[in-house]
């Protein structure tokens, strides 16, 4: 019998076969290949910009570029089963650059507001107020550390690689951060 943590660790595995397929697909110059592999990863590119920019406008450009780079690049991947770590990485490296561009020009003084103009991701996932309220209790690094597992599936040992940082790091920030979170719900809840 399955149980539910092997049922999710099936579609995680399955998951990552077909993001692989899709890159291989890619790298043979299969255009085709580009809207199966946003349906199935678009969400997660997207989150994890949003949760590094706090911002729809920059995570929309940020998310377009990502999949632009990964069309332009899916000839160096190389299989290894966790496609979605490669592709975090190009996405990690289009937001710092941006973040350099912006800091040209922006104060980072100002702490950004996550904003929404009613898209259906919007919709579902930040349009409500309270989610806003929570996304603030954490700082960037908790958010990222947060989005990476539970929106995109990634252990934790696959994040600390990823962020390059202890696992440890990974773990306490990660447990604090839920430990927040957990006592705002309570408070809501009251």
Not at 49 to 61: F, I, Q, V, W
Request: glycine residues 4%.
């Amino acid at each position: 019998m399955l149980t539910v943590c092997a049922l999710t660790e099936e579609a995680v595995i399955s998951r990552d076969a077909k993001t692989e397929k899709l890159i291989a697909k890619m790298s043979c110059g299969e255009v085709s290949a580009m809207g199966p592999l946003y349906e199935l990863i678009g969400t997660d590119i997207y989150a994890y910009a949003l949760s590094k920019t706090a911002s729809k406008e920059d995570a929309e450009d940020i998310t377009q570029d990502t999949f632009v780079q990964i069309w332009k690049s899916a000839k160096q991947y190389k299989p290894q089963g966790k496609p979605l770590a490669w592709i975090f990485t190009i996405e990690m490296n289009l937001i710092r650059r941006q973040y350099r561009k912006k800091q040209r020009f922006v104060s980072l003084d100002k702490t950004p507001e996550i904003e929404s103009d009613g898209g259906a991701f919007a919709e579902n996932i930040i349009n409500s107020e309270f989610l806003r309220q929570i996304l603030r209790l954490l700082t960037e690094e908790e958010r990222e550390i947060i989005t990476l597992h539970i929106v995109s599936g990634l252990k934790h040992r696959e994040i600390a690689k990823l962020l390059d940082k202890p696992l440890s790091t990974v773990l306490s920030k990660y447990n604090r951060a839920m430990k927040r979170l957990q006592a705002q719900i309570k408070e809501k809840e009251e």
